[in-house]
Every structure is written in C-alpha cells, then in structure tokens.
C-alpha cells in the first residue's frame, strides 16, 4: 500500500525536504509544518523549503524553524515531499529540489494533480492534504502534540471554510475532534484565519467587493483586482485569500471568480463554484487546476480580455 511505502521511506532516509505550492495557503503551510515538526520528533534532519513568502495571518503557526527559503537549503535532502502541489509548476522556484532529489513522495488531495512523483499518494477525498498528513505522522506512530496539532487543524480549517464547504467529511470532523482534545483552540483559530483582518486587508475587501459585477443573469460574478487597488491599499497578493467567497456568496451565484493583475502583467484567476460546477474542468483548460469547487489558472493579460474569454466558458457550463 502506498501509506506504508511513503511512511518507510520516511522513516529509512535522514534527510527530509518538504516543500508546497507557491501562494501557499493554510493547508500548504500547516501540512508542510506538521510533518516537518513530525519528523523532527524522529530526530531527522528536515528542512520546510520556502518558495514564496508566509502569510502573515500565519505567523503563529509552530515550525517556522524548520523553514528556509528554497535558494538556501542547509542540505541536499534524500527525499523531497511534495505537499497540496497539483503540478510541478506550482512549485514556483523549488522546482529545482524537485530536479535534484533522488525520491519525490507527492501527497495531495487535487483532483488535477499530475502524479509528478516516485510514489504518489493523492485522496481527491480528503478535504485537506493535512487530513493525509495525519495518517502519515499516525502511522509513523509519533503522538499529536499541541504544536502538530495546530499545524494540522489551521490545514484543515483552512481548506474546509471551518468546516462548512461540502468537503468536509466525518473523517474531517473525527480528526478536528482528536486535535481539539490536545488543547487546540479552534474558535481562535477559525477567526485568525477567517475573520481577523487588518485595516489594509479590510480596505482591500472593500474595493474587492465593490468590484463585483454579474453576468449570465446573476449567476457568474467576476471581482477583479487591479495592481493600482493594490498599491493604494498597500496589499500583497498573499492579503487577498478568502476575498473571493465574497463573490461567490452572493445569492444565485454558482461560478465566481477573482481576476487579478499579477506583478509582471498576467492575470492570477481564482474559481469556485456553489453546486454543481466543475470548476476545474476550466482552470485545466487554461492549463491550471485545482479541485470542482475551487481551482485556479494564470493566463496572459489584459483584464478585459482575460475577462471575456472565462464568460465564454463559463457560459458553457452554466444550467439555463
Ligand atoms: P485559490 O483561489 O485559493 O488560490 O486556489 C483554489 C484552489 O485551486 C487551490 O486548491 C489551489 O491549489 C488551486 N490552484 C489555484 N491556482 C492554480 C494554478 O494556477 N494551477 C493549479 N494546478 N492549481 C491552482
Ligand atoms: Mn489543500
């Protein structure tokens, strides 16, 4: 079985990267935190490889002395996991321990995910890659303590909305449950990473929403963000997670969707869906990714155009 086969190569080699998907999220960070702080507890040498910066609203998650950026790395590891990372290009800069590991373990819960590993363990079914993260450090017979425990619980939070998207299963809340009796506070997690923001993120959320307009009688609504919105509210791209369930909240909405102009004149696309949409069947055809309800694509600019061709497809897959 593939579990058993990733835990022994775990548990073989003493040298251990981790890495996760650029514009990381809750779930990329606290997966690639908690199996680091796992594995350290084995007493092997593990390095978390930074390829884009941390979030500030996920600061206090433990581990973050296991983390360097990728260009620094104190050692060649013998293994490289791969964390909630669809694809090899959204490794962004770590693609090079990707080329220079011996073995490459992929776990992931994307249904676009393209197996680019030695041993891939990828459960479309798991709501996070954090809840696959669990069974690894279980069966590696390590006991949760409270700081894996955040780490595990901030992943899952984070890719279940605290537990109201579809996604969440039994198995999600079994395992909130087990974290929870090692002292996680989940309402003060749920609200940092879901509610608390800063003045600038606020402002920012303001002129996101603002932006809203509906198409395909109010069933598509697009948000768009500009890099002047940016710099006049003094937002990074890592303030904006979240900002899209804005837009796809809206009553009669089933495809939403965040277009954003990205530093060197692409735009970042974010989709989710409320029903029956398979959003990723259209980020994969912008050679993106993701899972039904929420998936991603970057494509060239400008706005409008990047704009007019998503309605196209969105019209596509729209119920009359
Ligand atoms: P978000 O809109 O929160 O950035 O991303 C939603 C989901 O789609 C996440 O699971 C994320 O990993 C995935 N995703 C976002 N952008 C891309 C992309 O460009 N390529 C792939 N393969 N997945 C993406
Ligand atoms: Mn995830």
Redesign the pocket.
């Known amino acids: 079985m593939i579990l058993s086969d990733i835990v022994k190569h775990l548990m073989q080699n003493d040298n251990i990267g981790i890495i996760s ?1 650029v ?1 990381p ?1 809750g ?2 960070l606290g997966s690639s935190a908690a199996l680091g702080l796992a594995l350290e507890r084995l007493g092997k040498r593990v390095v978390v490889l930074r390829n884009d910066r941390l979030p500030s609203k996920y600061s206090f998650l433990p581990g973050s002395h296991l983390a360097v950026d990728c260009e620094k790395a104190p050692f060649k590891p013998d293994i490289l996991v791969a964390l ?4 090899v ?2 490794l962004g800069s770590g693609v090079m321990h990707y080329e220079a590991a011996g073995t490459v373990i992929n776990i992931d819960h ?1 249904l ?1 995910n393209t197996m680019f590993g030695n041993l891939n363990l990828v459960d479309t079914n798991a709501a996070a890659t954090a809840e696959i993260v669990y069974q690894v450090i279980k069966l590696m017979g390590i006991a949760l303590d409270l700081d894996i425990a955040i780490c595990l619980f901030t992943a899952i939070a984070a ?1 279940t909305g605290c537990f109201r998207y579809d996604n969440t299963s039994i198995v999600t809340h079994g395992i909130a449950g087990e974290l929870i009796s090692t002292g996680v506070k989940s309402s003060e997690i749920c609200r940092r990473i879901y509610s608390l923001r800063t003045l600038e993120q606020t402002k920012m959320l303001g002129r996101a929403i603002d932006s809203i307009k509906l198409y395909h009688d109010g069933k598509t609504a697009i948000m768009r963000i500009t890099k002047k919105m940016m710099q006049e509210t003094g937002c990074g791209q890592e303030d904006l ?1 979240g900002v ?1 369930e804005f837009a796809r909240d809206i009553e009669g909405v089933e495809i939403a969707a ?1 277009l954003r102009e990205t530093d060197d004149g692409e735009i ?5 869906s409320n029903e029956y949409a398979d959003t ?1 069947e259209i ?1 994969a055809s912008f ?5 039904r309800k ?5 494509v060239g600019g400008p706005m409008d155009a990047a704009v007019e061709t998503l309605l196209d497809r969105i019209e596509k897959i729209l119920r009359v």
Do not use: P
């Open positions: 998907h514009t999220d779930d990329a909630d990372c669809g694809d290009e959204r994307h676009s890719d997670e899209i965040l970042k696309v974010g989709l989710r990723s980020a050679n993106g990714g993701g899972h929420a998936s991603g694509y970057t």
